[in-house]
């Protein structure tokens, strides 16, 4: 049994880290692995393992532009190179000829590979364990109380990261947060499922002489017509497209009631070996999805589209018909839920214009992404392909001193969120929030404040550790 992993709660002795993280997503994982370099790292979840999305296969959206250039790197560039030690573990970054670049690995790999580095990085982990209450004072958090299977320990930090995609820490620390208006319905719930035995050349023959069924060349930065965009994805070899709703193959499945209303079916390989891919195809849109029995009660219904789904696929979508369904997600995907209000907040028209920042701490690089109900989605590129810059003073609460955000739950208004909630760019805040918490814990002042730190010194340290804060568009 690995050693010296966990906290040895039995005692019930005083616990006591520099920095705990909550929660184990993309975000999680990058602020507890940037964390542990400089600090003793406790990192609680309340699922049985961790690595969130990033164990489903979709690809990694946000690390590369839209012009092909790496925006993300340090803890992601440490795990892809565990990946690239597994036989089939690592395809690469690949364009869909359609927006972006996704960086494509096998999840088993991908999970493999969260778990080595958090046990060499020697972070403690709490599974199946929920933050519940933080003890905090004028904005300081000073202790957390965390609710596990054995029962509750109290565990005394100098800072917390709030990666718990929905600002819980900041929220029970007296931070604010804040949802969808009242008038916006969240983005809706999907269940990934992958499917193996895919024949890639006969579906990219499909992609190649039926363009008008994909989604293809929506960003001008790629100066291509479908046609010319759909010859490059065959081109390039892997199953990497989107069936679209407004084709006639899908588009006449939706009407006749034999697949859910969606917007694509977003196709995204996996395995080269297995003849893998990941497809997000099923979506539940409703306005209780922010409360726990609305999100309980989708899942069933998600997973009756993922059957309706497969059969479509396998009857109807050339290169499926000898394929079978190799995995459904551990989880359901939430797209959107609550972020924090925080020292500045990220806007569309920052993201959509590349600003870039002398604060930045992280980029980000994927087009406004807002999924809607039925066959609606919003998708708004980033203007010239490039990356804009993540201030500071984004992932710092407002009121409170010692706790950081990171990931999906960032101050942003809503379309701004709609791109930085991606994986790549999750990681990339996580891996800031958990070096500011760490240098944070280092100052050994009484009553620190996160706003005490040079961001210069922030961002140097961060380039040390592989960060991609400059050099790029
Ligand atoms: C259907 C769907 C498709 C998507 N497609 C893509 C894609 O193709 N590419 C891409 O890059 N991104 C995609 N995304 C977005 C992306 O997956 C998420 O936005 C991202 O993974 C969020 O990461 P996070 O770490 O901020 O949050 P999460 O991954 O939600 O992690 C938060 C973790 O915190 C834990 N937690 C919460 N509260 C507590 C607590 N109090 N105590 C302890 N633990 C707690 C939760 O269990 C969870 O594991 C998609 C999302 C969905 C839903």
Not at 5 to 30: H, M
Not at 284 to 291: E, H, N, P, V
Not at 426 to 436: D, V
Request: proline share 4%; net charge neutral.
């Amino acid at each position: 049994m690995a050693k010296d992993c966990a906290p040895d709660c039995s005692e019930r002795k005083d616990l006591a880290y520099d920095v705990i993280v909550a929660g184990g997503g993309a975000a999680g994982v990058g602020a507890a692995l940037a964390a542990s370099r400089r600090g003793h790292v406790l990192l609680v979840e309340t699922e049985s393992t961790v690595g969130g999305d990033l164990l489903t296969g979709m690809p990694i959206y946000g690390a590369w532009n839209s012009l092909g250039e790496q925006c993300v790197g340090g803890v992601l560039n440490d795990l892809m190179a565990e990946c690239r030690q597994q036989p089939d573990g690592f395809i690469g970054p690949v364009c869909d000829w359609r927006t972006v670049y996704g960086l494509c690995l096998s999840p088993a790999a991908l999970h493999l590979a969260i778990l080595r580095l958090l046990h060499a990085c020697g972070a403690h982990v709490m599974l199946k364990s929920t933050l519940t209450r933080v003890g905090a004072k004028d904005g300081h958090v000073g202790d957390v109380e965390v609710a596990s299977h054995d029962g509750l320990h109290r565990i005394q930090c100098a800072s917390v990261v709030d990666a718990t995609g929905s600002g819980r820490v900041t929220e029970l620390a007296g931070g604010q947060v804040e949802g969808p208006g009242s008038q916006e319905t969240p983005q809706p719930m999907s269940l990934l499922f992958r499917m193996s035995g895919v024949s890639f050349g006969e579906f990219l023959r499909f992609v190649k002489e039926n363009p008008a069924e994909f989604l293809l060349a929506e960003n001008p930065v790629y100066g291509v017509t479908p046609p010319e965009a759909a010859q490059r994805v065959h081109d390039g070899g892997l199953p990497y497209a989107a069936l679209s709703a407004g084709g006639a193959l899908l588009g006449g499945a939706i009407a006749g009631g034999r697949v859910q209303p969606c917007t694509a079916f977003f196709i995204t390989p996996t395995s080269r070996q297995r003849r893998e891919v990941c497809i997000n195809a099923t979506r539940i849109s409703s306005t209780t999805l922010l409360d726990a029995r609305g999100t309980s009660c989708v899942l069933l219904d998600l997973a009756e589209q993922v059957h309706q789904s497969v059969a479509f696929l396998r009857a109807s979508v050339p290169g499926f018909s000898g394929a079978c369904l190799s995995s459904v997600a551990h989880r359901m995907g939430v797209r959107e839920t609550k972020r924090i209000r925080g020292d500045e907040s990220l806007t569309e028209s920052h993201v959509l214009n590349a600003v870039k920042s002398s604060e930045g701490i992280a980029k980000g690089a994927h087009h406004v992404d807002i999924h809607g109900s039925g066959t609606k989605q919003i998708r708004k590129p980033v203007h010239g392909g490039g990356t804009y810059d993540i201030p500071f003073g984004s992932l710092v609460p407002t009121g409170l001193r010692n706790v950081i955000a990171a990931g999906r739950c960032i101050s942003s208004d809503r379309s701004a969120n709609g791109s930085l909630r991606l994986m790549g760019t999750c990681m990339a805040t996580g891996q800031a929030a958990g070096t500011m918490a760490s240098l944070l814990a280092e100052s050994r002042a009484k009553n620190r404040d996160i706003r005490d730190l040079s961001v210069t010194r922030v961002r140097e340290v961060l380039r040390q550790d592989g960060a991609i804060l400059d050099g790029i568009r």
